[in-house]
């Protein structure tokens, strides 16, 4: 069993702490500033535009504190993970479980960051589908950040990650729930459209 080490002595420690609490405020951002966006909350008009500029540079920032978050983490005297530990999945000593969503999240993150650049070449629609993930992305970061770090524990980090959680899946139920009503509401837009012939032959068939 390993045991918890003394921050205060692991300037690296710190470090990688400090730059994986940053990219979990930026991960947080994006996908709560673009699920505002797909739900339309933004009105004015060009606003999304610039919404979505600053979308896409709060993403990719994270990459680089993700990045930060496990290179500095090489420098841990107590550690230790070498490259493996932070690049293979699972297999870190210290909470396999917990390091390995991290492991993923960055992963998957990195995938999705550069698909900003890919838009017109994959087309919007599958854009938007592939886009959806970065959702995932955001609750491995929440399971690996309570689990993982000597700072789980703590109410400030706990308020703070399930805060972040809770208005994420609020605007994720919103979301998907003006998806629904949207389905729900187009055949009964589209019945005067199928029975405008009977009216202007002047009575129901």
Not at 48 to 64: P, S
Not at 155 to 182: F, H
Request: aromatic share 8%; charged share 15%.
């Amino acid at each position: 069993m390993v045991a918890e080490p003394d921050p205060a002595k692991y300037p690296w420690w710190l470090a990688s702490r400090s730059a994986g609490i940053v990219a979990f405020l930026l991960i947080t951002a994006a996908v709560i500033l673009g699920l505002a966006m797909a739900a339309k909350m933004p009105r004015r008009p060009g606003l999304k535009r610039n919404l979505l500029k600053i979308h896409e540079q709060i993403a990719l920032t994270a990459l680089v504190a993700i990045g930060l978050h496990g290179v500095t983490l090489l420098g841990d005297g107590w550690l230790k993970p070498g490259i493996s530990g932070i690049t293979v999945p699972f297999t870190l000593a210290y909470r396999p479980v917990w390091t390995g969503m991290g492991i993923l999240a960055g992963y998957l993150a990195l995938l999705l960051g550069p698909t900003f650049y890919w838009r017109r070449k994959i087309g919007a629609r599958r854009w938007r589908q592939i886009h959806r993930a970065t959702v995932v992305v955001f609750v491995l970061a929440v399971f690996h950040s309570l689990g993982s770090g000597t700072d789980g524990a703590s109410d400030w980090l706990r308020v703070l990650v399930l805060g972040s959680a809770v208005i994420v899946l609020a605007l994720v139920a919103y979301r998907y729930g003006l998806t629904r009503r949207g389905s729900k509401k187009a055949p009964a837009a589209a019945r005067p459209l199928t029975r405008g012939g009977d009216l202007t032959r002047g009575g129901a068939g």
